[in-house]
């Protein structure tokens, strides 16, 4: 692409200018903050859900009036009625718009009985299928400008027993109009619908009055709507008169002031292409090596479903990796999305210190509840760095606080990532992240142990762990007096690539620190919250550290929180009379943040109502399963897996194990042809990671393995 030398500085700009159409040019005459205009969105395959207040506000109605309007604006009209209950709505439909689809194309399920579907089809003994009802959707729509879909009833109707017509919205991804009465009643219905449409994350598009009787029109009925508009912020459309039929001269007579530009006006949209410009001109990406990032033409993630990612031209990707570790229970999920909703009714954010929220209070009394026994005191902050950054402080202070000022010391494990603040840098040990910071950070210890992988050849795994075990346990007896704490990543090291630890070795870390009088600190910060199969990886070995880190699943994948929890003989090391000022001086603004602990409390209750653990043992044996197939490939060298955590490494050679060059990117080449075949998947290095949300159905897991085995085949297979 260019002709200069590769260590030769390149301007990034200079990239960009190749690379687009939004030239440097554009980008000078837009100094004085005009943006370039992006691209008009076209209205083609587009569709909308009509929805009511109630049954009976006239849907049916509303659909065949709108159907009209647009057919009149030369649009290729469609209709989707997923769910029937009685009547003849899907027939009018195909007849009076002149549809050529299908009957069972419109209206894939119909039940005899004018019930609520969950009901009326349980009686009919037929068993919805809700992919069958999204496959068809994608069908009928594909073959049509707009498509208009009526939901059954209104927004929280059981579709079955635990799926809600707001459900296959979201799932539908279209906008909402909402149908309503006009007369006395309407304020609070439709603002109700308004409002439980909002704490769906539905976008409501207006709302449309069905006037289905005549009658003389009184204040109510003169005065709901504008009312309406301007207490929920959405527009009203228009209201549908008394219509004798559904001739279209009287209703393109009748309905001239229905705003049908609202209703297909597609809002503002920035397009893919100026997004991924703006990105490379202002934004600067972490853990990425710009200079390759201005050659790519980057995803641009706007929206998530389950367990899947959606780009901004509405490609869908199996988020294989929970978008960083951190998604448990897929994206969108209604438990979570509604308890930040509701928390925003309240408040988002005010301080801890000096003052308290009850969601906070209520998340560390859970905490307390749910971790291995002993830990009682609950620290917040913000994220994995900073949870550990907390531990390594209180470890430290804890100490100098009972008068023991000589332990000092701390102590890490090789292999070990611990976050990227510089008191978590200085307790890792991984040189590619942490050598340039080495003027920078505290000094500290580090005990080398195997990666399982690579050990010398006249030694044998895991015993061979378990001798460099015992040389551990040396060093902290010779220097336990100056000790203050060990911190370990219990089970599972991950950013080293998912290194999984042999059975009892942190239980032997626990017994060691017990018989140094050391400060056990556990970072869970990737293995806590079921990725290893039970809710705290500690608990596989019935450990209870001293201080124990927690981030990333914590809210389920959703805002930043993180916690550090401690038992109460760590506490009792800062209470002290004022005037000492023996005080934890530390905290950060947004600790305890009230719109995260919602979040949080309610990853936990989908943990509990959802059986989130037990559902996840089939899952794991599927994965362990089929992981060994990997080993069919000439270049996969080991594959490690705890739980939900996977880890397929990579080598030229495998009798050698020789690793790929760092230049090759192996990894990343990979992540890219998986990511080409509906993937998304992050490397570590040589390492191919798989940590999909906890969510993760059967078929979605069979999908990535499917796709990674590929992956890896086809772009080891070139460098053969």
């Not at 119909?110 to 496959?135: G, Y």
């Not at 579709?159 to 009465?181: H, K, M, P």
């Not at 597609?266 to 390759?292: A, I, S």
């Not at 220097?479 to 059975?503: K, R």
Request: glycine content about 8%.
């Amino acid at each position: 692409m260019h002709s200069k030398k590769e260590d030769e500085y390149i301007n990034p700009l200079d990239l960009l200018e190749e690379e687009e159409d939004f030239t440097i040019e554009k980008i000078k005459r837009s100094e004085s903050r005009e943006e370039v205009t992006p691209s008009s969105v076209s209205p083609a395959g587009r569709g909308v859900f009509i929805t009511g207040t109630d049954t009976a506000v006239g849907k049916t109605v509303a659909v065949q009036v709108l159907g009209m309007l647009l057919q009149k604006q030369n649009l290729d009209v469609g209709v989707y009625k997923p769910v029937q209950c009685a009547g003849k709505d899907a027939a009018q439909f195909k007849k009076g718009l002149n549809i050529k689809d299908t009957l069972q194309e419109i209206n894939p399920y119909f039940a005899k009985e004018p019930l609520s579907p969950h009901l009326a089809f349980a009686r009919q003994k037929i068993k919805i299928d809700i992919s069958k009802i999204l496959e068809g959707y994608r069908k009928v729509s594909s073959r049509h400008d707009w498509t208009l879909v009526e939901g059954a009833g209104g927004l929280l109707v059981p579709i079955t027993d635990r799926y809600l017509v707001a459900d296959l919205i979201r799932d539908l991804n279209l906008d909402v109009v909402i149908v309503s009465r006009l007369g006395l009643g309407t304020i609070n219905h439709t603002l109700l619908t308004i409002e439980q449409a909002r704490k769906y994350g539905l976008n409501v598009k207006g709302v449309i009055f069905n006037e289905l009787k005549s009658s003389q029109h009184g204040v109510p009925e003169k005065t709901n709507p504008g009312e309406i508009e301007k207490i929920s912020g959405v527009k009203v459309l228009g209201t549908i008169p008394p219509l004798k039929s559904f001739h279209a001269r009287e209703i393109f007579s009748k309905t001239r002031k229905i705003d049908m530009g609202a209703l297909t006006f597609p809002g503002k949209k920035t397009d893919t292409r100026q997004l991924r410009y703006w990105d490379k001109r202002y934004v600067w990406h972490p853990f990425t090596q710009m200079k390759d990032w201005f050659e790519i033409q980057p995803l641009v993630i706007e929206k998530g479903q389950g367990c899947y990612l959606i780009d901004s031209d509405g490609n869908r990707y199996l988020d294989g990796v929970s978008s960083l570790w951190v998604n448990a229970h897929g994206h969108r999920h209604p438990r979570l999305d509604a308890a930040i909703s509701n928390q925003l009714t309240r408040i988002s954010h005010s301080t801890m210190l000096g003052l308290t929220n009850p969601p906070a209070v209520e998340l560390a009394r859970k905490l307390a509840r749910i971790t291995p026994r002993g830990l009682e005191k609950v620290f917040y902050s913000d994220n994995g760095s900073t949870a550990v950054e907390v531990a390594v402080k209180m470890a430290y202070q804890y100490w100098q606080n009972i008068g023991r000022p000589e332990k000092k010391r701390l102590v890490h494990l090789s292999h070990s990532y611990h976050g990227d603040t510089l008191g978590s840098v200085s307790v890792g040990g991984i040189d590619l992240f942490h050598k340039v910071y080495k003027d920078l950070v505290i000094e500290t210890d580090q005990i080398n142990l195997p990666d399982g992988y690579r050990v010398p050849k006249d030694k044998k795994y895991p015993e061979y762990f378990f001798e460099e075990l015992d040389r551990a346990e040396e060093f902290l007896k010779k220097n336990q007096d100056n000790i203050a704490a060990l911190i370990v990543e219990p089970l599972v090291q991950g950013a080293a690539g998912m290194i999984v630890w042999p059975n009892g070795v942190l239980k032997k870390f626990r017994q060691m620190c017990d018989q140094c009088n050391v400060l056990l600190i556990a970072d869970e910060v990737a293995t806590g919250f079921g990725r290893t199969g039970r809710m705290f990886a500690c608990e596989h070995e019935r450990v209870t550290p001293d201080l124990l880190c927690l981030a990333k699943g914590i809210t389920g994948g959703y805002l930043p929180l993180a916690a550090t929890v401690t038992t109460r003989k760590v506490f009792e090391g800062f209470v002290f009379d004022y005037k000492q000022q023996k005080t934890f001086f530390h905290g950060h603004t947004y600790t305890g943040n009230p719109l995260a602990c919602a979040a949080a409390l309610a990853n936990l209750e989908i943990f509990e109502k959802e059986k989130v653990l037990q559902n996840l043992r089939p899952k794991i044996k599927h994965l362990r399963d089929k992981l060994k197939m990997f080993y069919n490939l000439p270049h996969v060298g080991q594959v490690r897996q705890k739980g939900m955590m996977a880890g397929i490494e990579l080598v030229t050679d495998k009798a050698g194990k020789t690793p790929y060059p760092w230049e090759e990117k192996i990894g990343i080449q990979v992540c890219e042809e998986t990511r080409n075949n509906g993937v998304i998947l992050r490397p570590l290095g040589n390492v191919i990671v798989l940590m999909p949300p906890l969510a993760v159905s059967m078929e979605e897991l069979k999908q990535i393995l499917e796709v990674t085995y590929r992956a890896i085949e086809k772009v080891t297979g070139k460098k053969t």
